[in-house]
């Protein structure tokens, strides 16, 4: 038998291992192996969906639209009787509320009237019919429910940024819907004419009235605009009221004006060379920095610089060489500073000179101003009274041309609305629009179905994924992945196609227990936290992958109370392991050969309900001893952890004890709780199987059986 080793340990460990989990490839690996794994139930959700609503598409009822396209004018030579050609943006407010005009009840109530609507089968229905002797309110409260049944089939919209609105109708008639889209758009341009000559008639005897009192106002502002000037002497000249004082005040504003600039730029550069003298001395001041004989200074120093420090490495810093040029940058360093200190007193002079020459124009300017000051009274005065005569004319101008085109409109016919098409009978019904809803009833249906199997597999219980196991201290051994086979005869697989993904998966296992880390490995203990989780198949496979790798095994059935390795190998007998145990048999007597070369079995007979504690004695012991004898390896089919004791007696006597999880079944408390009685006990577990592993579940990081290695595997008939 091979010896233990750690580092190979590892490396089957990280071969089993699904790297990238969490990453998007993983997550999308993930949905598609849920998507294949649950097809049956999404085929069938999605399915009687979609086959409901195309029942329900196919029985909604058919409906025409047509149009009618009406341009909307609201220039005023529309409004006298005169459509024009519109270049500019449209009056947006204006055509929209022209457009909720045409859908007005009043508008629909006439249209309901001469149709004869009231009486329609398709626009009654739902209305509560009238009684034989109906007063005028129950009537009208009948053609006002005709009239909401209308507007629920009606659609009025502007055509983009344009005059052109369209009036849509829908009816289960074509002709019908044709007939009321045109009879909106009459209705909506008789209307608008009769409004709109009434309102000018209104509006043109209150102007004529107002005009009267504008004439009046402007006669009264011209005579005392006249009256006034002859009283102060002022000239009316084109540019108002002026006196010889207010021609001189200009100029010497402007000077001012300018002078002020002057004086302000200088005294600011004088309050920045100040502070930057302040914070950085004065050679930081911006005027010295650009000073070209202060540059040209500071270009002679660093050449002095450079010199004395070739001197002082030369001769030193007491020769006279030395000596001379450090002098001379002495007197370099006394001209920068002379220099600086000349143009900051420069810019001092500047500031100086500029604020007296404003100083000065401003006490010129406050003499004029107020020798003009009385002048200013007399001016603003005429200005008051030349303003209220100018708007009094202008007012009389404005709501005489008023007056005008109201007049013009009140005589007018026309509307300011024309239809520029007018709606004919659709050859198709527009709704439903029975493809797109297939279409979205498909795609509504695929999404419920999706939805269902992402929740089934939220509240999923089962353990699914490696890094489950990881969490409980557990390794992964190998995953199996399920058969088409009863459950009952999976370990048939392993003979019949050896070369396939099953028989791979146990010799995965195999693999694993040749190079655990325990010291030895010859009895191995299979068994689960429940029952139903593919233990026993595992111990068969796993005993028939040895023997057919030429080891010579023996698989016993442990699991008295539910024996089933005689029945799946053919192999019972009238004795077997109790009656081993009992003393009442040689072991020779129990042990059955097998169809498979080198494999033997020891069954158990009968099932065995007694409160006796078979596997806790030394019999048992002894008899785990003397297989280890004869055999290479002893492969043992324990019974289920959880509610049986036995189990936790045999998992004790064996060298490596591997537990079966049922992938997607198991809960995580079932095999934490196993766990914790193999560790309480001292048992050596070497690692976890999932069994019955989807085949699509390589994406949870448990199967490796996937088309990437089918090229791999020879799967017979």
Do not use: C
Request: charged share 20%; no cysteine.
């Amino acid at each position: 038998m091979p010896n233990a080793n750690n580092n190979g340990s590892t490396l089957v460990q990280e071969a089993i291992e699904v790297r990238g989990e969490g990453s998007v490839n993983s997550i999308l690996h993930s949905a598609m192996g849920v998507v294949l794994r649950r097809r049956r139930m999404l085929t069938a959700i999605s399915g009687t969906i979609f086959a409901l609503l195309t029942v329900v598409i196919a029985l909604m009822p058919s409906k025409y639209e047509a149009t009618a396209l009406v341009k909307i004018d609201p220039t005023h030579s529309a409004a006298m009787g005169q459509m024009t050609d519109q270049t500019s943006l449209p009056d947006t407010l204006m055509v929209d509320t022209e457009a909720n005009v045409m859908q007005s009840k009043d508008v629909i109530r006439a249209v309901v009237n001469k149709l004869d609507l009231a009486n329609d089968p398709d626009l009654n229905e739902g209305v509560t019919p009238l009684p034989a002797n109906a007063s005028p309110d129950e009537r009208a409260a009948y053609v006002d429910s005709i009239v909401d049944n209308v507007i629920k089939e009606l659609t009025v919209s502007r055509d983009k940024s344009t005059y052109i609105v369209s009036i849509a109708y829908d009816s289960p008639n074509p002709r019908k819907a044709a007939q009321i889209a045109n009879s909106i758009a009459e209705a909506y341009i008789e209307s608008s004419v009769g409004r709109r000559s009434g309102t000018a008639e209104r509006q043109a005897q209150g102007i004529n009235e107002d005009l009267k009192k504008l004439s009046d106002q402007a006669t009264a502002a011209d005579q005392a605009l006249a009256q006034y000037r002859a009283q102060t002497g002022l000239v009316d000249t084109s540019g108002g009221n002026q006196s010889v004082t207010d021609k001189q005040v200009g100029p010497i504003a402007t000077s001012l004006a300018t002078a002020e600039a002057l004086a302000a730029e200088a005294n600011s550069a004088y309050a920045v060379a100040k502070a930057q003298q302040k914070s950085g001395g004065i050679e930081s001041v911006s005027a010295v920095l650009s000073s070209d004989v202060v540059h040209n200074l500071r270009i002679q120093r660093a050449t002095l610089l450079s010199a004395k420090a070739e001197a002082d490495a030369r001769y030193g810093p007491k020769h006279p060489e030395t000596i001379k040029i450090v002098n001379q940058l002495n007197e370099i360093d006394q001209q920068i500073s002379a220099e600086a200190n000349r143009i900051v007193a420069g810019l001092q002079n500047a500031a100086t000179a500029a604020t007296a020459q404003s100083q000065s124009l401003r006490g010129s300017l406050n003499q004029l101003r107020s020798a003009q000051s009385t002048d200013l009274r007399y001016s603003a005065a005429a200005e008051t009274l030349k303003a209220k005569a100018a708007t009094a004319h202008d007012s009389y101008s404005i709501l005489a041309a008023r007056a005008q085109a109201i007049g013009q409109i009140a005589a007018s016919s026309l509307s300011q609305a024309q239809i520029v098409e007018a709606a004919t009978a659709p050859d198709k019904p527009s709704k439903p629009k029975r493809l797109l809803l297939l279409l979205a009833s498909l795609l509504g249906s695929v999404s419920l179905g999706l939805a269902v199997i992402a929740a089934q597999e939220v509240v999923s219980a089962g353990m699914q994924t490696s890094n489950e196991l990881r969490t409980l201290g557990l390794r992964m051994l190998a995953a199996v992945p399920k058969l088409d086979l009863h459950e009952s005869m999976a370990e048939q697989e392993v003979v019949t196609q050896p070369m396939g993904a099953f028989a791979e998966a146990y010799r995965m296992l195999r693999r694993a227990i040749n190079v655990s880390e325990l010291s030895s490995q010859q009895v191995i203990i299979v068994t689960s936290a429940l029952p139903q989780e593919g233990k026993t198949a595992s111990a068969l496979s796993l005993a028939q992958v040895m023997a057919m790798a030429g080891s010579k095994v023996v698989v016993v059935d442990t699991d008295v109370r539910h024996p089933s390795i005689g029945k799946r190998l053919n192999t019972d007998g009238e004795v077997g392991i109790v009656e081993v145990i009992r003393g009442e048999v040689d072991i020779e007597t129990a042990i059955v050969s097998s169809h498979v070369p080198n494999l033997d079995v020891i069954p158990v007979a009968n099932s065995l309900f007694s409160p006796e504690d078979l596997f806790a004695g030394e019999a048992f012991e002894k008899l785990i001893a003397d297989l280890r004898t004869r055999y290479q390896y002893v492969v043992l089919d324990s019974p289920p952890l959880l509610g049986i004791a036995d189990a936790r007696v045999i998992a004790k006597v064996g060298d490596a004890v591997v537990m079966a999880v049922r992938w997607g079944a198991t809960p995580r408390g079932a095999v934490e709780a196993a766990l914790e009685f193999l560790r309480i006990d001292g048992a050596k577990i070497l690692g976890a199987i999932y069994t019955i592993v989807d085949a699509t579940s390589e994406n949870y990081g448990v199967s490796y059986y996937s088309s990437k290695y089918k090229n791999y595997y020879v799967e017979g008939e």
